[in-house]
């Protein structure tokens, strides 16, 4: 591998000389030098888009990553024209172009530096590869921390290391591993309280360094393509992030199955095997919606197959396992065998749709199949035509599919060289600058299939490798793990760095991919997982014959197991609440400590806690035979979920962590719906909801989301959403609603459950009226009662 430093032995650096002219048009300015030419866009008052031509002239401004609905708001802005520089002015920041070398310092209105560049944008000639390797660096300011970066798996906080992206089969990968599988070049940095962001949208291998080489200097690079990116300014982590996900775009709403849990292996087969699986998971009353077909369902491993003797009757099948709430996704590899009589080798072959190496041959290569070609899905006609070849899955029965393989993943070869050739929607490139995107384009032709022939219904498309953007159209898993502690922790951190990267559709294969976790490591990863949007075990298990469920380890870890996965269906209406805020404004829903307490330092290089939607502190066991955990708790007030103890934030404090229990606290002032469990989502009519609310003394808003749970009914205005508004004094609690309301729930009825009042109650009011029937709980003094669903006052004095 190449080392790069900043006196690397390319050829010599080049840095942009004296501003000749500029101009702007409409929010667009140019600056011109001599041979550089720098473009600044004004997206909005707190986004602005960066972009040089090194050598005069600009490549085509195109991108997998960007969404096409961002909108730009640039509500005022404008340029002032000093002796030393140029200042674009917004509403909330000042951009100092320096005249005699266009490096660009980026402060707040009061003049505060954000982000300010060291050498700036720089290049070099790429002599062996053609083109250029473009620069920026920028300088690191006092006590600056950084986040974002995808799915490394190291410490959250990046400052010191020096990471790439270039998607990889990691098999087995350890704590610092990299490049893993996912390309998203898009970090955070935070100083004195102030965040910002930067996204630089090239395709090509890029690669950062947060003050590794140098300690006040981070700078990033790519080995071709355009100095391209996108600075963010918070101040807030979660602003930026908001930002960022609008940037690149977020998801529709997936179907509300799955949120539940998901059971996969290497591989469930024959059919009785699946059936089998299945009914367990019914005789033990463990909730369960998603079953998982691996690779070995297919018929000698070719795409879109069936192995007719494993799997007689696919659609027989799949419809019995529906009518016990299961929901079946298979696996679809990009490989597609060598042979002659294979319908999809052969439509491919005459159409030109595999991808060929320089010189013209195929670029062919071995996986699981044998010898495979691979479709170009960098091509629209290509990814057309895949979208196409879902017909006959969705025809069976299938409700979603896993893309493996996909960084390109070739055994022997690692991936494909970089001189394989690809259409790059028509610019014709070679895999230097198709390699980040290949997955990413396979994931999305994938789900574009998958929507035109589920429809009414949702799809659900989980795929390893990925650009950024992807979440628009996928969910992702952190890859081939291992039964290890340590795997527990890099799977909680990989979720909270992906979840801020855009991508908070993501989980990791619960209990290790490889190796045999025991019954302790499971449960407690259980745990964990049942914070993820996505929660999924799998293993690769067909060689041992080692069982992976949740009944593998023994009664008393089953019975915690269970009450953790019945836990995540009770909190469904919170899960499905907290996706429809990210769907909506680009929220993350795994929220990093520091994103939600930035101006607390001890949450900087927190990794052991984070918090899952607006209410809940999640703070995971992570060590065998941990008897009790010191947790950090932002300011504020909290309640332990298990117990209704209050604690006062800003300290750290250390709780006891049993076996069935996992540090989990309550944001007081919270409102929290839950469902009653059940063993799949929609198993029985809803009748009632609960309602927990914890009680504060400072105003606090919470919020419901509801609607179909599948279809498209919410896109027409078919959802509710209800505001919870808490407004309680030591002698009086108070719930205000306001909502929107549009949709019908099945359910007619409320249970509230009130934790922490400061006061014996005697008096509940719902809207004005009395409700004379209510339970106060001896021990937990929790207060509970039934409201008609219409209510939107109550009262309790
Ligand atoms: O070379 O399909 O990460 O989840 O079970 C291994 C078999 C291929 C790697 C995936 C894993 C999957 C496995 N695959």
């Not at 100092?96 to 009061?110: E, F, G, K, S, Y």
Request: charged fraction near 25%; include cysteine.
């Amino acid at each position: 591998m190449q080392v790069e430093t900043s006196s690397s032995k390319y050829s010599a650096k080049h840095y942009p000389d004296t501003i000749r002219s500029w101009k702007k048009e409409g929010n667009y300015f140019s600056f011109y030098t001599s041979e550089t030419i720098l473009e600044v866009r004004v997206i909005s008052d707190k986004i602005i888009r960066f972009r040089y031509a090194s050598d005069g002239t600009f490549q085509r401004d195109f991108s997998y990553a960007t969404s096409d609905t961002l909108e730009e708001f640039p509500i005022a802005f404008g340029i002032k024209e000093w002796e030393e520089n140029f200042e674009i002015y917004t509403n909330c920041i000042k951009v100092l172009i320096a005249r005699d070398n266009l490096r660009v310092t980026i402060t707040d209105l009061t003049g505060k530096v954000i982000n300010e560049d060291e050498m700036g944008f720089h290049w070099q000639h790429y002599l062996q590869k053609g083109g250029k390797i473009v620069y920026c660096s920028k300088l690191i300011q006092e006590g600056e921390v950084f986040y974002g970066l995808g799915d490394k798996p190291t410490d959250l906080n990046l400052r010191g290391k020096r990471l790439e992206n270039y998607g990889t089969d990691a098999y087995g990968f350890q704590k610092d591993t990299d490049p893993l599988y996912r390309n998203i070049p898009f970090y955070y940095g935070l100083h004195e309280g102030i965040g910002y962001g930067i996204f630089f949208d090239n395709t090509f291998r890029t690669i950062f360094d947060f003050g590794k080489e140098r300690d006040n200097v981070c700078s990033f690079w790519a080995r071709g393509g355009e100095m391209n990116y996108y600075f963010i300014y918070g101040p807030d982590l979660m602003e930026v992030a908001e930002q960022y996900t609008r940037i690149t775009g977020t998801p529709e709403l997936p179907p509300i199955w799955t949120l539940g849990y998901h059971q996969c292996r290497w591989s469930y087969y024959p059919e009785k095997k699946v059936r089998d699986i299945a009914a367990e998971f019914r005789q033990r009353q463990i909730p369960c919606d998603v079953i998982y077909l691996d690779i070995d369902y297919m018929d000698g491993f070719r795409c879109f197959t069936w192995n007719n003797e494993y799997f007689p009757d696919p659609v027989a099948m799949i419809k019995d396992l529906a009518a016990e709430g299961f929901k079946v996704v298979v696996i679809i590899d990009p490989g597609i065998k060598v042979d002659q009589d294979y319908n999809i080798y052969q439509e491919g072959i005459k159409n030109n749709y595999f991808c060929k190496r320089a010189d013209g041959a195929l670029m062919e290569g071995d996986v699981w199949p044998g010898k495979c070609v691979f479709p170009d899905f960098t091509n629209p006609e290509v990814r057309d035509w895949w979208a196409g070849l879902f017909k006959g899955l969705a025809e069976t029965g299938v409700r979603g599919v896993w893309n493996d393989m996909n960084e390109p993943a070739v055994f022997e070869m690692g991936s494909f060289p970089e001189d394989v050739r690809h259409d790059y929607d028509g610019e014709e490139v070679s895999h230097r600058k198709a390699h980040n995107v290949y997955g990413h384009l396979m994931s999305k032709s994938t789900a574009a299939g998958l929507k035109r022939y589920l429809m009414p219904h949702r799809p659900f498309v989980i795929t390893r490798s990925c650009y950024s953007g992807a979440q628009r159209w996928s969910s992702v898993w952190t890859g081939d793990n291992v039964s290890s502690w340590e795997h527990l922790w890099l799977a909680a951190v990989q979720c909270q760095r992906l979840s801020v990267s855009g991508i908070s559709f993501t989980g990791s294969d619960i209990g290790g991919f490889i190796g045999e976790p025991d019954g302790e490591l499971y449960t407690r990863w259980i745990q964990l997982a049942s914070f993820h949007p996505l929660m999924r075990t799998h293993s690769a298990s067909n060689e041992t014959g080692f069982n992976q469920e949740p009944w593998s380890f023994g009664e008393e870890y089953e019975a915690v197991v269970k009450k953790f996965i019945s836990l995540r269906y009770q909190l469904l209406p919170y899960f499905y609440t907290t996706f429809w805020q990210y769907a909506q404004n680009g929220t993350p829903m795994i929220r990093p400590l520091a994103f939600v307490a930035q101006h607390e330092e001890e949450t900087h290089d927190c990794t052991h806690e984070f918090m899952f939607g607006d209410s809940l502190l999640i703070s995971y066991v992570n060590e065998a035979g941990m008897k009790e955990k010191e947790v950090y708790l932002p300011k504020g007030t909290w309640y332990s979920y298990w117990n209704d103890e209050t604690y006062t934030g800003g300290q750290h404090v250390t709780v006891p962590t049993p076996l069935d229990e996992m540090p989990l606290f309550v944001k007081a002032g919270a409102v929290i719906p839950f469902y009653p469990v059940m063993q799949y989502t929609g198993e029985h009519q809803l009748e009632e909801i609960i309602l927990e609310a914890w009680y504060s003394d400072s105003i606090t808003k919470s919020t419901l989301y509801e609607d179909a749970g599948d279809h498209y009914g919410y896109k027409n205005g078919q959802y509710n959403i209800i505001r919870y508004k808490q407004q309680s004094t030591p002698k009086q609690f108070w719930l205000k609603k306001q909502y929107y309301v549009n949709y019908e729930t099945s359910y007619t009825r409320v249970r509230v459950k009130v934790h922490g009042l400061p006061f014996t109650p005697e008096l509940i009011l719902g809207d004005g009226q009395a409700i004379s029937s209510f339970t106060l709980h001896p021990e937990t003094k929790v207060l509970e009662f039934v409201t008609e669903k219409g209510v939107e006052e109550i009262i309790i004095k």
